[in-house]
């Protein structure tokens, strides 16, 4: 009996099998679905000197728009990101969020830092995560460290160490930070 069960349920099997491989809609093709229009995200650039600001709207009940600027650095010679510095959209009545990206290999013993030029400050950060993608420090940047970021146009830096405790530099031009930023808080 338990063959005969096997049997029943494997020519069963087949028999639906060839039946929809041979029905009606195996011989005519369905056209593919094309996909909404209105789910499909919608993005834009513009690019202000070495910062693009970047914005996505996201279909839904309401769409939402998020934007950012950001200017990422690439290792000389090759093809691939190395660092990433991301200024979101500024929030009334909050404080700008800057959030800098580095590779995983960086050291949690030290601060992320970024200068506007070798006689600025600066300002610092820890890190605060890890992902397989990087390591992340975010900012709270304040009026008056704004002020000074806007008002620079020239050659700054990030720096970090690495996890054997190396420093590294990394370049950060602010060349059209404060003409992106004044297109980002449009936005």
């Not at 513009?46 to 990422?72: H, L, N, S």
């Not at 691939?80 to 200024?87: C, D, E, G, N």
Request: a positive charge; aromatic letters at 6%.
């Amino acid at each position: 009996m338990r063959i005969l069960e096997k049997g029943f349920v494997g020519v069963l099997a087949a028999t639906l099998l060839i039946g929809s491989a041979t029905g009606p809609s195996a011989q005519q093709p369905r056209p593919p679905t094309p996909p909404s229009a209105q789910s499909e995200p919608q993005r834009t650039t513009a690019t202000y000197g070495d910062w693009v600001v970047q914005c996505e709207t996201q279909a839904g009940p309401p769409p939402q728009k998020v934007c950012d600027m950001a200017q990422v650095t690439q290792l000389q010679g090759k093809n691939l990101p190395f660092s990433r510095v991301v200024v979101s959209h500024p929030v009334k009545g909050q404080p700008v969020r800057l959030v800098v990206q580095v590779p995983l290999n960086a050291s949690f013993s030290t601060n992320v830092r970024i200068q506007t030029g070798d006689a600025d400050p600066g300002i610092a950060a820890p890190f605060a995560r890890c992902t397989p993608n990087g390591c992340f420090a975010d900012f709270d940047i304040k009026d008056d460290v704004l002020k000074r970021l806007r008002a620079a146009s020239g050659a700054g830096k990030l720096s970090f160490a690495d996890a054997g405790g190396h420093d590294v530099t990394v370049p950060l031009s602010f060349s059209g930070f404060n003409q992106a930023f004044e297109a980002l808080a449009r936005e």
